[in-house]
């Protein structure tokens, strides 16, 4: 167990729709990064936050969005859903130079 | 520039074996290269990571070289069990910035 959590663990959707991924970091940790994972395109790194700032942007798409609340828990916006965008999110934390700790991922069906 | 390019995409060690996997990289910038072990339908877990004043980092039977002037790193899993079946990824960062993954390594470890 990374420390990192996530919810919901599945999420079956329809084109069009839109959802919210939740993440919580570790304790202590102040960057958040989320990843999409698919089958043809590996680890793919979305965003990253840290202490509520946006740090870097990734391939993300301008349907997704992302945010980091003052507790350090974020949440990944994933609008006008496609089929294509289904798909592992994983959400990850780090401290800093210790280490980047994945959670245990949501698996997006998009119908 | 941005890349990690990772080698084989899949592998097929007999238990008791040396499994090894090769990841090059293009950034000198990059300063944390870590590997990750993920099994199916569970995030990556960070396995050893190494920074690039080291030649070498031995943890149990996880070894990773790493060659700065080739701009090339490895793993090495000594005495290869069935556990150890699962995809490894590589990734290098810069600082506390995102990491970059490599395409992943298929890792089969028959008895």
């Known amino acids: 167990d990374s420390g990192v959590t996530q919810t919901p663990k599945h999420l079956i959707t329809a084109t069009g729709q839109r959802v919210t991924l939740r993440c919580s970091p570790r304790?202590?940790?102040?960057?958040v990064y989320w990843y999409q994972q698919s089958l043809d395109q590996g680890l793919q790194f979305l965003i990253q936050?840290?202490?509520?700032?946006?740090?870097a942007k990734g391939n993300i798409l301008e349907r997704f969005s992302a945010q980091q609340f003052p507790d350090l828990h974020s949440e990944l916006n994933l609008s006008s859903l496609e089929l294509g965008d289904s798909a592992l999110y994983f959400c990850?934390?780090?401290?800093?130079?210790?280490?980047?700790?994945f959670g245990p991922g949501t698996r997006l069906t998009v119908l | 520039q941005q890349q990690v390019k990772q080698s084989p995409q899949s592998l097929i060690v007999q238990k008791g074996g040396i499994s090894i996997i090769n990841c090059a990289y293009e950034?000198?910038?990059?300063?944390?290269f870590p590997w990750y072990q993920q099994f199916p339908g569970k995030g990556p877990a960070l396995l050893i990571a190494?920074?690039?004043?080291?030649s070498e980092k031995k943890e149990g039977r996880f070894t990773i070289s790493f060659n700065k002037s080739a701009k090339q790193f490895s793993l090495h899993i000594m005495d290869s069990q069935p556990g150890d079946s699962a995809t490894y990824f590589c990734?290098?960062?810069?600082?506390?910035?995102?990491?970059?993954f490599g395409t992943g390594t298929r890792l089969q470890v028959f008895p």
């Open positions: 990850a934390s780090s401290v800093g130079a210790g280490g980047v700790f």
């Open positions: 304790s202590g940790d102040l960057s």
């Open positions: 936050y840290y202490n509520g700032e946006e740090r």
């Open positions: 950034n000198t910038a990059f300063d944390y």
């Open positions: 190494i920074r690039p004043d080291v």
């Open positions: 990734a290098a960062s810069y600082s506390t910035d995102k990491l970059i």
